[in-house]
């Protein structure tokens, strides 16, 4: 166990519709990132944010965005989901903002978009 | 940006054996490597990890080797055992940066 937690495991949606994805950090982590796992794209790096604050942008859709809050959980929001969109969704934690610092991953998401 | 590859992208080998997975970055920059093991079901878990002033890093059957001339790095599993059968990715980063993943390597190790 990573000591990150991610709600919830499993979604299913629709076309068109919109979600949310929730983590919360390891005690202590000030980092939390989030990543899309697709069968042909490996680890997709997403988005970044560092206590409060974005840090970094990946590949990350218009139609996604993402927020950390002051209690340092972080939530993924993902809108007019396509096809295309279903993924594993991790988020992973970090102490620090340098990427020398172990990233710890939770379970995932897996999000099917039908 | 970074380009990482990673090969192969499956590996079976016998219990007991060694494995060997490879990978290639672009950037000269890259100065961190970290590599992860994810198994079935589960988020990937650091396994070992490289910064760019070292050549070599070793720990118990896992080591990794890095050539910044050549601007590539390998894991090398010696004694498999059926538990390390899972999927394996490299990564590079600038160290303040995003990491940058390959497109992992599935290692099966046959009992």
């Known amino acids: 166990d990573s000591g990150v937690t991610q709600t919830p495991k499993h979604l299913i949606t629709a076309t068109g519709q919109r979600v949310t994805l929730r983590c919360s950090p390891r005690?202590?982590?000030?980092?939390v990132y989030w990543y899309q796992q697709s069968l042909d794209q490996g680890l997709q790096f997403l988005i970044q944010?560092?206590?409060?604050?974005?840090?970094a942008k990946g590949n990350i859709l218009e139609r996604f965005s993402a927020q950390q809050f002051p209690d340092l959980h972080s939530e993924l929001n993902l809108s007019s989901l396509e096809l295309g969109d279903s993924a594993l969704y991790f988020c992973?934690?970090?102490?620090?903002?340098?990427?020398?610092?172990?990233?710890?991953f939770g379970p995932g998401t897996r999000l099917t978009v039908l | 940006g970074e380009n990482v590859e990673q090969h192969p992208s499956t590996l079976s080998v016998q219990e007991g054996d060694s494995a060997v997975i490879k990978c290639t970055y672009s950037?000269?920059?890259?100065?961190?490597f970290p590599w992860y093991k994810q198994e079935l079901g589960k988020g990937p878990q650091l396994i070992i990890d490289?910064?760019?002033?070292?050549g070599e890093k070793k720990d118990q059957r896992i080591a990794v080797t890095l050539n910044k001339t050549a601007k590539h790095f390998s894991l090398h599993i010696t004694e498999t055992q059926p538990e390390d059968s899972a999927v394996y990715f490299c990564?590079?980063?600038?160290?303040?940066?995003?990491?940058?993943f390959g497109t992992g390597t599935s290692l099966t190790v046959i009992p």
């Open positions: 992973a934690s970090s102490v620090a903002l340098a990427s020398y610092n172990e990233q710890f």
């Open positions: 005690s202590g982590d000030l980092s």
């Open positions: 944010y560092y206590n409060g604050e974005e840090r």
């Open positions: 950037d000269s920059a890259s100065n961190y």
């Open positions: 490289i910064r760019s002033n070292v």
């Open positions: 990564a590079a980063s600038l160290g303040v940066d995003q990491f940058y």
